[in-house]
Structures are given as C-alpha cells and as structure tokens.
C-alpha cells in the first residue's frame, strides 16, 4: 500500500464527498414526504378544469390499471385524451374497455399517423392537442399509477400565475425479477434522491415525463409543443422554455409510481445508458462529477487508496446511509450490484451519441425546431412539414432528472 501513500488524500476526500452525498441522499428521501406543503392552492381558488394528455403506444403489462386510475380520479372536471399513431395499435382496445366502464368519464381517443419532428412521442402530443377542451393540461406517461387525489394536488400550484409547470417525481414499480428490482432501484435510490437533493441545493433545473402539469397559456407561450418536436429530453425542454419566460417550476409533494419491465440485462443497460448518454448532452459539466453519487464502488476505493481506520470509519457511515437509502434488506443487499452498474453505465455514457429506443437509434444531438408563431403551439395551426409514418425513429423523447450536482 505504500505505492499509493501519495494518494491517500484523494482516497480520503473521496470517502467524506461520496459519504456526505449518501448521508444527504437518504435524509432528503426521509424527509420527503413532509415537502412542499407549500404547494396547495389559495383557500378561495377552485380547481379549475383539468385535461390530461396520454400519448400511448402499445399495451403495456399494466395499462389499463394505470388508465382507469387516472377514470378514478376525484376531482370535479376533468378529461381524458388518449392518442396512438396506429388503429392497430392494442392500446385502442384498453381504452375502449374504460369507455365502456367509466360511461361518465370524459374520454377523447385520438387516432392519426401524421408525424412531427424527431420525437414521436411530442408528435403524438401534437395530434392530441386540438382536442384538449381545458385551460388546464396535465401531460402524463403511460405507466404511471396515480392516487384518486392526484389531478386535483398536482395541478393546485397552477393557481398561482408566476408558476409555470408543476412536476412530480416517481417511484420505480418491479415487474418481475432482479432486473426490473435493479431498474427500480435505479428510480428509488439514485434518480430520485439527486432531485431531491439538487432540490434542496436549490435547482429548479428539472421536469419529469411522469407527470407536468401547465396552463395552456404557458404552453402557446413558449411556441406549444412543437417547439419540442426534435428534443430528445422534451420533458426537461418544456420545464426549461418555461422558466427562460421568468415562470417558476414547482416540485409537487405528490409521488407516482412507474412500471419497470426491463427483464434481462441488456434492456436495462440499454434503457438506463440513454438515460445516461441524455444527461450528458443536457448537463455534460454536471454529468463528468456524478461518480460521487455511486456509493458502493466510490467507497472500496477511497478504502483502498486510504486505508486508514478514520477512512474506513468514514466509509461505514457511507454505507449505513446508503443502506437506509435502499429501504429494505433486499435492495440494502442489492446495492452493490446496482452501484457498480451504475458506474459502468455511467463510463459508457461518457463516449457516443446515439442511445436506442424501441428498436431505433437516436441521436442525443437534438435538431432544434424552428420558432412557432405565439399560440400556436396550442391549436396545431403552424406549418409543421409531416414526414410518413415509415421514417420514425423512436417513439418516445427520453426522460431527463435532476443531477445533486445542478438540474438535468
């Protein structure tokens, strides 16, 4: 070890810096749901009408739990639109059978190919648009599952004219084995608490694809979504546009779940290196420090650069907070494994931009749409050069977070 005495001081600053972020971490993740009580909407404003757009594609293995949450929603005025590209596509027939259950549900089906831009799944928001018949939009994905009180306590801050979109973050949902278990984990233990903890440093750098909720002035403001219509990262792009108008971001103490399904390793790898590789492009400065936060392998070498009993104390305190981050024995015991991969995911990221999705490669290099005309972004009117259905390249913008370092 006397080879590595000249860093020892390295290995020591790694220890503390990756101990203090798993400390932080798990107190933010703690703490969470005692946040932003802030948020609830003045005593005299009542909920206003609320339309929700889903983009669907495919039958999802729990979608139609997800959706008739969303029918089971207690608030006093809302509607569901629902859009798929194809009238093959087996989604249709999910929410036909939510018609023909919840009769007084508000339900619109959108049905169209015309394709937008790069990302398939602004393009699907596109078509849905014009049938949207509220001020107020709730743009959600597919797998989330919701509370009955979820439209009525994200969209509450909407109240407020100087708050722009209003977000919420998500909990990872297993379904299957210990790969869908690691991609959750992924969600649960490093996703999250960085938005959490980039939250409490004070970044407002963040909007989730699980849920945004805005007034519909906001979105014809920053030139409606097809000004998101060759953006990778939409859901990081609608939050930003907003805010470059002086809008606030809101982070709602409201928590949904989303599906994970990847069940072999090489569709989690592909599904959390895009994840990755969009970090970067949005964040690269932010993206080159977050080694810090894969506690696991930062700890073992900080240990084995500097293995002194005030390191290794240093390091045991690290792993206590990221074995209280985990929240169970099983995912306690799991994190190794899923620190480790994080690293190695982390190291591919760092080279290559093209990330897969559904069978297509795309580019993280976004092709900016040019400027809408104001409002029309909410009425579909401005020329937006269609392409066949058969030149897609994926049909979903990735999801973007929030890094401890800044926003993502």
């Given at each position: 070890?006397?080879?590595?005495s000249?860093?020892?001081?390295?290995?020591?600053?790694?220890?503390?810096?990756?101990?203090?972020?798993?400390?932080?971490?798990?107190?933010?993740?703690?703490?969470a749901?005692?946040?932003?009580?802030?948020?609830?909407?003045?005593?005299?404003?009542?909920?206003?009408?609320?339309?929700?757009?889903?983009?669907?594609?495919?039958?999802?293995?729990?979608?139609?739990?997800?959706?008739?949450?969303?029918?089971?929603?207690?608030?006093?005025?809302?509607?569901?639109?629902?859009?798929?590209?194809?009238?093959?596509?087996?989604?249709?027939?999910?929410?036909?059978?939510l018609?023909a259950?919840?009769?007084?549900?508000?339900?619109?089906?959108?049905?169209?190919?015309?394709v937008?831009?790069s990302?398939?799944?602004?393009?699907?928001l596109?078509?849905?648009?014009?049938?949207?018949?509220?001020?107020?939009?709730?743009?959600?994905?597919s797998?989330?599952?919701?509370?009955?009180?979820?439209?009525?306590?994200?969209?509450?801050?909407?109240?407020?004219?100087?708050?722009?979109?209003?977000?919420?973050?998500?909990?990872?949902?297993?379904?299957?084995?210990?790969?869908?278990?690691?991609?959750?984990?992924?969600?649960?233990?490093?996703?999250?608490?960085?938005?959490?903890?980039?939250?409490?440093?004070?970044?407002?750098?963040?909007?989730?694809g699980?849920?945004?909720?805005?007034?519909?002035?906001?979105?014809?403001?920053?030139?409606?979504?097809?000004?998101?219509?060759?953006?990778?990262?939409?859901?990081?792009?609608?939050?930003e546009?907003?805010?470059?108008?002086?809008?606030?971001?809101v982070?709602?103490?409201?928590?949904?779940?989303?599906?994970?399904?990847?069940?072999?390793?090489?569709?989690?790898?592909?599904?959390?290196?895009?994840?990755?590789?969009?970090?970067?492009?949005?964040?690269?400065?932010?993206?080159?420090?977050?080694f810090?936060?894969?506690?696991?392998?930062?700890?073992a070498?900080?240990?084995?650069?500097?293995?002194?009993p005030?390191?290794?104390?240093?390091?045991?305190?690290?792993?206590?907070?990221?074995?209280?981050?985990?929240?169970?024995?099983?995912?306690?015991?799991?994190?190794?494994?899923?620190d480790?991969?994080?690293?190695?995911?982390?190291?591919?990221?760092?080279?290559?931009?093209?990330?897969?999705?559904?069978?297509?490669?795309?580019?993280?290099?976004?092709?900016?749409?040019?400027?809408?005309?104001?409002?029309?972004?909410?009425?579909?009117?401005?020329?937006?050069?269609?392409?066949?259905?058969?030149?897609?390249?994926?049909?979903?913008?990735?999801?973007?977070?929030?890094?401890?370092?800044?926003?993502?």
């Amino acid at each position: 070890m006397q080879v590595f005495s000249h860093l020892a001081p390295a290995g020591t600053a790694l220890a503390c810096l990756a101990t203090a972020y798993a400390g932080a971490a798990a107190a933010a993740t703690w703490r969470a749901p005692a946040r932003h009580r802030s948020c609830a909407a003045p005593a005299d404003a009542g909920p206003k009408p609320v339309s929700v757009l889903k983009p669907l594609c495919g039958a999802d293995p729990n979608l139609y739990d997800n959706l008739a949450g969303l029918c089971r929603q207690r608030h006093p005025a809302f509607q569901l639109v629902f859009g798929v590209r194809a009238a093959s596509d087996p989604a249709i027939a999910v929410v036909e059978r939510l018609r023909a259950e919840f009769p007084a549900c508000d339900i619109a089906l959108v049905v169209c190919p015309l394709v937008h831009g790069s990302n398939l799944k602004v393009s699907n928001l596109i078509n849905l648009l014009p049938r949207a018949r509220h001020p107020w939009l709730v743009v959600a994905d597919s797998d989330i599952a919701a509370d009955p009180d979820y439209l009525a306590r994200v969209t509450a801050p909407l109240a407020d004219p100087a708050v722009g979109v209003v977000t919420c973050l998500y909990r990872g949902r297993p379904v299957g084995g210990l790969w869908p278990a690691l991609g959750a984990q992924f969600i649960d233990d490093w996703f999250a608490p960085s938005a959490r903890v980039a939250h409490a440093c004070g970044s407002r750098r963040f909007s989730f694809g699980a849920t945004i909720a805005l007034r519909r002035e906001v979105l014809d403001a920053v030139g409606g979504f097809a000004a998101l219509s060759d953006r990778l990262a939409d859901d990081f792009w609608l939050g930003e546009l907003t805010r470059q108008r002086g809008l606030r971001t809101v982070l709602s103490e409201v928590e949904v779940s989303t599906d994970v399904t990847e069940t072999h390793l090489a569709a989690l790898w592909s599904h959390e290196l895009r994840w990755l590789r969009t970090i970067r492009s949005i964040n690269p400065s932010g993206f080159a420090f977050i080694f810090i936060t894969f506690t696991w392998p930062m700890l073992a070498l900080a240990a084995w650069l500097a293995p002194q009993p005030p390191v290794l104390a240093v390091a045991l305190a690290g792993i206590g907070a990221r074995s209280l981050l985990a929240g169970s024995l099983g995912a306690a015991l799991r994190a190794p494994l899923r620190d480790v991969l994080l690293l190695a995911e982390w190291v591919a990221a760092l080279f290559g931009d093209q990330v897969r999705w559904r069978g297509q490669m795309l580019s993280t290099r976004d092709r900016h749409a040019p400027a809408a005309p104001a409002g029309g972004g909410a009425t579909g009117a401005y020329p937006l050069s269609p392409r066949p259905a058969g030149t897609d390249n994926g049909e979903h913008g990735a999801s973007s977070s929030v890094l401890s370092v800044d926003g993502k």
